[in-house]
């Protein structure tokens, strides 16, 4: 496996400018005048870029940026359709999209990674395992809790209501609404 690492000139200017470069990039303006731009600051900062140099940061720095704005709906819509339920509806998700991404790293890798990028990768793996586990333990634990919990009101309430079965019967129905509405997944 080759020690590729990408050194992008863009980066290697003060973090102010490089905030600005972004502010550019995201703005539509064209490479070639953010390069220029750069450039008449190269006085102070040292560094010289072409508009090549600004194109390839450039999209690398779109791309991810696209990619966390996907991931944010996806994240907002999860808490969109989970928002009333358990808080573990989130990490699930989470699990879920970190998992997809560790999958689409191995079949786009294609044999180049080897030794301690894909022993990283493996580790990440077994983490996302662990903790999808922990969280399953944890709504099991939890949906049996609220059934024991409803078991006891429903005994209480029927010896405390014997005399009055209507009372009874529409009490029960909340109860038996409140565990749907706790337990649901």
């Known amino acids: 496996m080759s020690d590729r690492r990408k050194h992008s000139k863009v980066l290697q200017l003060p973090e102010e400018i490089v905030s600005a470069v972004n502010?550019?990039?995201t703005s539509g303006v064209p490479y070639r005048e953010i390069a220029e731009c750069i450039n008449q600051l190269k006085p102070q900062t040292g560094v010289e870029v072409s508009h090549m140099a600004v194109q390839r940061y450039g999209k690398d720095f779109l791309t991810k940026m696209e990619r966390l704005k996907?991931?944010?709906e996806q994240a907002k819509a999860i808490l969109d359709t989970h928002g009333e339920g358990p808080d573990t509806a989130l990490s699930e998700a989470a699990n879920k999209m970190a998992l997809s991404l560790i999958m689409e790293t191995l079949l786009s890798a294609e044999n180049a990674l080897e030794g301690e990028s894909m022993t990283?990768?493996?580790r990440?793996?077994?983490?996302?395992q662990r903790s999808s586990i922990a969280s399953e333990k944890l709504k099991f634990t939890f949906d049996k809790g609220v059934s024991q919990a409803v078991a006891q009101v429903r005994a209480q309430l029927q010896e405390e209501l014997k005399g009055d079965a209507d009372l009874y019967h529409r009490l029960l129905a909340?109860?038996?609404?409140?565990?749907a509405d706790l337990t649901a997944t």
């Open 174 to 179: 909340k109860v038996s609404q409140v565990e």
């Open 120 to 122: 990283a990768i493996m």
């Open 124 to 128: 990440a793996l077994a983490q996302l």
């Open 23 to 25: 502010k550019q990039l």
């Open 70 to 72: 996907i991931v944010n």
